[in-house]
């Protein structure tokens, strides 16, 4: 690839062969998708391509670029200098801790099926360098790839199988980490940060991105939801050693490889009371779609320290249309969140991002109303990992289209409205909560 960028201060678009070969496209640059609305990107509205991102490309679908010359978006099918190739569009996954500001743009070629659970960021070319449209909104290194050598995490593995030999959720978690490569999970036998306790093995919602359980076939789960329900020991016995061995340390319930967990409250409960009698250290935390305030209520009187809550949107029509709810409505969300905050805990909420969606004018409205009855101390701005033009269709039969005004400036307007609110992509420990932005230790 040429070092220069695009004229005009653009980046270059990419492109990619059938063999798998990226490569950029110089009269092209790279365009950025937002619901129905497209951009060219720019040097000064991209960054460099975090470490640990990964470029993907998009079977089925057609890079849709900037011509500089002609000064329109047109699709490139197949290569201009090479009409023999056909092209694939490009897309970046970005690292843990980055939240994309442009989904990547393309059409899609007739009988396209959707695309697997990942984010598809807009990335381009310039300055040498691949480039993402997207910004960092935690710079805790809890994630990064660099500080998890595979070494040391089968190290690991090896002392947790004798401290717990026969203990069941130990040897799930093995599979996390040595099999799909859950970050949280080499965390875990690296002793450090956060320590997964997935419990659940059903859920009372369907999330159209669920990504452990995809009815039909069409779209492929990331990882195997767990099959069993750990007894109150087993939990209890590798959350104390976790909290024994690591710094700042948080275990956590409500994880990609289950089901809700406040559906197996009956076994987290006399877990936390476990944890709890053993000592007093560390934070016990729930991720969850906050659906069933009465079992919420217990685990807060069991000793839960903080929560988490999902949402794609704070309208509930619109959060209902993508977590499709079996027994509990978006009403339901708001009681447990208010009970957690009447109890004490620390609440954040689980923002599922999509440029085009999240950064609307009556979203950011409906945003803004929440934070304001319900104040929640942090927002954790998360990637909606869902194929972009599905959502769009699914948000569409929920709500009226808008423009999007942009992730950056939406970013910016939550943060002059609410200047207390933490923002952040991890789960803090209880020595962070006070922290208010950016903490990059």
Known sequence: MESQTSPQGYVRGLAADAGGRVFDLPGYAAVGMAGGFFAPLSIAETMPLPHASELMLLPERVPLLYHLERRRLEPVPTHPEDPGTPLLAVAAFNSPGVVATWNAAYRERPGARALPLFCYGAVGWGGGRFRAAAVRVDWEPRQDLRRMPLGAVRAGVRRLRRMLPQNRLRRHLETCALVYGCPAGKNFFLGRYEAPLPTAVACNARCLGCLSHQPGGEI??????????????????????????????????????????????????????????????????????????????????????????????????????????????????????????????????????????????????????????????????????????????????????????????????????????????????????????????
């Open 220 to 441: 492929p789960c990331t990882q195997e939801r767990i099959r069993f329900t750990p007894s109150p020991a087993e939990i209890a016995e590798v959350a104390l050693a976790h909290i024994a061995r690591a710094r700042r340390p948080v275990v956590s319930f409500g994880q990609g490889c289950e089901g809700e967990p406040l559906t197996a409250a009956r076994a987290i409960a006399p877990a936390i009371r476990r944890i709890r009698e053993k000592t007093a250290r560390g934070t016990i935390h729930l991720n969850t779609n906050a659906s069933l305030p009465g079992e919420l209520a217990a685990l807060c009187a069991a000793g839960l320290d903080s929560i988490r809550v999902s949402v794609n949107s704070l309208r509930p029509a619109c959060y209902e249309a993508y977590f499709r709810p079996r027994d509990f409505r978006f009403r339901d969300v708001l009681r447990s969140i208010d009970l957690a905050l009447e109890r004490g805990l620390f609440v954040a909420i689980n923002y599922l991002n999509a440029p085009g969606f999240t950064d609307t004018p009556s979203e950011f409205k409906a945003l803004c109303a929440f934070l304001r009855r319900h104040p929640v101390h942090m927002i954790q701005w998360r990637n909606l990992n869902y194929d972009p033009l599905r959502y769009r269709e699914a948000m569409a039969r929920a709500a009226r289209p808008e423009i999007p005004f942009g992730m950056r400036e939406l970013l910016a307007a939550v943060r002059r409205e609410f200047p207390r609110l933490k923002f952040g992509y991890f789960n803090p420990p209880r020595e962070k909560w006070a922290l208010r932005g950016p903490d990059p230790r």
